[in-house]
């Protein structure tokens, strides 16, 4: 006959290590870790501490410190202003491109102008812009399947291309409008695209909005120094009585201007590249 003889309660007062399973993955797998998920650690008295991110400064690639800081607070970054500058050239050369195509093209082929090819010209770079979105989107998953802190070379595609392209303009023949129109409208949605990755991929989701919508200043910015004040008075100097202007005289020092511009975001984002990877975010 077997006796079963109850055992006394124990009540444990132990606060557990882990809050969820989560965190206990998190813990036994340091490439996991690595990612980002966050660790709860304990005191000996058993009371639970604030939670610390699980990335450490060891100098290794595994991913980037989001920066929970508001708008007032990392104005005086100076990662957050080399964002501005390439967002001011790069953005700046695409809405120029797409808001004088017509009187780019026309300024080329004075000849063979005729609205219908106009806005085919438009068009392009209106494909072209999507395209650009949806590639910085591929590259983003390749590149942070690698290493997440890699997802910062997508900010020197576009300054790039347009360095390149915006001489295409000035060196095709006509007949060949449609390939630098394609490439800068790939560039201008390559930036748009990389931009709102940086931006999500830097900074805490309360505080994303208000550092995105800060580089919408260098939009403002652009449209008054690059528009009104660059494109449209050298054009109308150099029009005819009919106030067409003809010849590539009418856009050779903006899109020169332009290209000068490309080359200091060029050095602005790899500068920021450089930054953003040695200090694993914005500090």
């Known amino acids: 006959m077997l006796l079963f003889v109850p055992q006394p309660a124990v009540s444990d007062t132990t606060t557990p290590k882990y809050q969820n399973a989560s965190d206990a993955d998190a813990d036994s797998d340091p490439q996991t870790a690595a990612k980002g998920y966050n660790t709860v650690s304990t005191s000996d008295e058993g009371n639970i501490t604030a939670p610390s991110t699980a990335i450490q400064d060891d100098g290794s690639d595994e991913g980037l410190v ?11 970054c100076v990662e957050l ?7 001011f050239a790069v953005w700046g050369a695409g809405s ?3 808001a004088n195509s017509s009187q780019i093209y026309q300024a080329l082929d004075p000849t063979n102008f005729n609205e219908k090819t106009a806005t085919v010209y438009v068009s392009v770079f209106g494909i072209a812009n999507a395209i650009g979105r949806i590639a910085v989107g591929f590259l983003q998953r390749r590149l942070t399947h690698q290493s997440p802190s890699r997802v910062v070379y997508l900010f020197l595609i576009a300054p790039l291309v347009f360095t390149v392209d915006l001489p295409l303009f000035l060196l095709l023949p006509a007949k060949a409008l449609i390939l630098p129109f394609f490439l800068a409208g790939a560039a201008f949605g390559a930036s748009w695209g990389s931009t709102v990755l940086l931006i999500k991929a830097l900074y805490f989701p309360s505080t994303c909005g208000q550092h995105y919508n800060m580089l919408f200043t260098a939009g403002m910015v652009h449209s008054l120094v690059l528009n009104v004040g660059l494109f449209a008075p050298n054009y109308d100097r150099h029009a005819a009585a009919d106030h067409v202007c003809r010849g590539t005289v009418c856009i050779l020092m903006p899109l020169m201007v332009l290209v000068a511009l490309n080359l200091v975001a060029v050095v602005a984002a790899f500068w920021f590249i450089v930054r953003i990877r040695h200090r694993r975010g914005v500090r």
Do not use: A, D, H
């Open 81 to 87: 202003w080399l964002m501005w500058v390439v967002s």
């Open 96 to 98: 120029v491109v797409t």
């Open 66 to 76: 989001m920066n929970s800081r508001p708008l007032v607070s990392n104005l005086c």
